[in-house]
């Protein structure tokens, strides 16, 4: 792994994906910021610190957009160290509902947040994986948590079942790429977090995206004795967690 990674980053305009960004960028490492949204704020922060960024429209639902994604990451760059399958729709706190259950939820919000949350992270994957392989190396990083019914109660449905799929998907990932010497885990940030779009009482009772530290990028320097594990953040530490992705 060279010392200046490539990291490739989803989700990167706002919330966690944007802390996770300026992780990076204190390492020097440079990176390709993608998003469905504007990401001239986050550029912008990331330019200031002196660090190569390159930002890249992408809708991770449709593989075409994500293909073109990648392209552009490695006509920049010429690698991808690290991705961070971090895009995702997020559901509702637990005391104020956003959600319809299940017997009111239409299919289209339904299909909307599958695509995006997993979906999305198996295109990523299977697009940056070539490349990867090709390297001989590379870290692949997905999002997990919020998968309890009876903490996450009613309306939760669809956010949860795809964050449970991440994880199987990350398990049959690491498997199958453990020969390339690609580690690939998921990562719990150990609670919910308020992100910059949530309202303002969410703000003041949660903490902020800063809640995750430095675990992404202890994520990415891990070895291949860690590929296939569920990690969870506590502050600048990874613990694994006992819901094992793989067997040993």
Known sequence: ???????????????????????????????ALADINSLDLVAS????????????????????????????????????????NNAGIVTHFSWAPRWPRVADL??????????????????????????????????????YGGTDPEQMGVGASPYGVSKEAIRKFTGFVAVEE?????????ISPGGAIATEEAPEDVRQRLPGPDHVGNGFVLASRLGMEDTGKLLQLDGDHLKELPQALIRA
Request: net charge negative; hydrophobic share 40%; with cysteine.
């Open 178 to 186: 453990r020969e390339h010497n690609i580690c690939v885990v998921a």
């Open 106 to 143: 239409d299919l289209s919000f339904w299909n909307n947040v599958m695509e995006t949350n997993l979906t999305g992270t198996f295109l990523c994957t299977k697009h940056v994986l070539p490349h990867m392989e090709r390297q001989g190396s590379g870290h692949i990083i997905g999002l």
């Open 1 to 31: 792994m060279p010392e200046q990674q490539v990291v490739l980053i989803t989700g990167a305009a706002q919330g966690i994906g944007r802390h996770i960004a300026r992780t990076f960028a204190m390492q020097g490492d440079r990176l």
């Open 45 to 84: 922060e990331m330019g200031e610190l002196g660090v190569d960024v390159e930002p890249i429209h992408v809708d991770v639902r449709q593989e075409s957009s994500v293909k073109d994604m990648v392209d552009a990451a490695i006509a920049r760059y010429g690698r991808i160290d690290t991705l961070v």
